[in-house]
Structures are given as C-alpha cells and as structure tokens.
C-alpha cells in the first residue's frame, strides 16, 4: 500500500521511528495525503500537535476544523516542508486505534518519492479546489460543536497533566488562542 509521511526535514530517504507522545517510537504514517501535509504545520513543538482535524460522516475526505477565526491560514500559511511517500505491505504497519488513515511501523521504511511544499496554505487551497479536503470554519460552527471540540482540548490537557507544565508549548498555545479552554481546565 501507498502511504504518505508529512516532515519539515528534507532529503530523508528512509523514515525512522521516532518517540512522539505515544508508548514507544513509531514511523506515523497515513493513507491520505491530505492528512500528512497537515504534518506540515504543527501550530505546537512536539512532542504535542495540533491537528484538529476529522472525517465527513461515511467518507475519507478530511474536515480541518477552525477552532478560532482563520486558524488553517494562520497555522499554514508560509509554512513549507516535504509530502514522503512510502510504500509498505500490511504486515509492515499497524492500524492506529483513533485515526483511520494512520498507519504505525516500528521498523524504518525506505521512502520511494518526496513532493517539495512551497506554501502549505497554498497546498491546502489546491485540496479543497479539487475536492479532497473541506474547512470546517470557525464562523459557520455552531456552540455544541465548538463545545465538542473544546471538551477535547481540556481532556487533552488533563490527560498530559498541563497543569504541571504550563509553559509548554501546547499549554501555551491554548492560553493564547483559546483562552476560554484554559480557564475551564484550571477551574476544575
């Protein structure tokens, strides 16, 4: 199967595990190629990310979800980094328990082809022109959607015990953009 890998570094021929916030190293990897440019621009440092992102119902099409006003222009635009391409058989990779495009190897994989992103925004543009990725708007959401979104962030932040480490970079990023999703963390 062809699988994608979205890095700010250039010129890797073969994708390695590396330890994110999961239980061991892994290469993370995805069957859509939409998803792995969203790997581009983390708005946070690792080992946290920002990628709120998630599915139409009965479809593989991405939704970027905005979470405050222009967050996908803000987060992408500019940014610039590398789409690898991967191709691996199913005995290689594992399937990711919340993500149904992502794919886990433990084992480094050798990249086959890798696309030059100038301007992620502008990649981002493209996919919604061609129809492969949708931008749920900050403005066209409603307050139960917002609301299910921002009760992941405070699971999020419990779960990582950002309270603890408040000068992150994922802690901060809340603090500063939504503020509101912060102040319910803390109160509880």
């Not at 953009?177 to 319910?184: G, I, Y």
């Given at each position: ?10 010129n890797?021929?073969v994708?390695?595990?590396?330890q ?14 939409v ?10 440092e ?21 979470l ?12 610039s ?10 005995n ?11 794919r ?14 100038e ?29 299910w979104?921002?009760?992941r962030c ?7 015990h950002m309270?603890?480490?408040?000068d ?8 500063l ?8 963390y803390i109160?509880?």
């Open positions: 199967m062809i699988l994608y890998h979205g890095s700010n570094t250039g890797i021929k994708l390695k595990p590396n994110a916030d999961h239980d061991r190293p892994y290469v993370y990897m995805t069957t859509i190629d998803v792995a440019a969203f790997y581009l621009c983390n708005a946070v690792r080992p946290y990310y920002w990628f709120p992102y998630g599915f139409e119902s009965g479809s593989n099409i991405p939704i970027y979800h905005e405050y006003p222009n967050a996908l222009e803000e987060v992408s635009e500019g940014v980094g590398y789409i690898y391409e991967v191709f691996a058989e199913e290689q990779v594992i399937s990711f328990k919340n993500i149904p495009c992502a886990l190897a433990t084992k480094p994989i050798e990249v086959t082809k890798c696309v030059w992103v301007n992620a925004y502008d990649l981002f543009m493209e996919y919604v022109k061609q129809g492969k990725l949708a931008v749920g708007h900050f403005e066209d959401k409603s307050e139960q959607q917002l609301e979104w921002y009760s405070v699971e999020y932040l419990k779960e990582k309270m603890e480490t408040p992150c970079s994922y802690a901060s990023f809340i603090k953009k939504l503020p509101q999703v912060w102040e319910r109160a509880k």
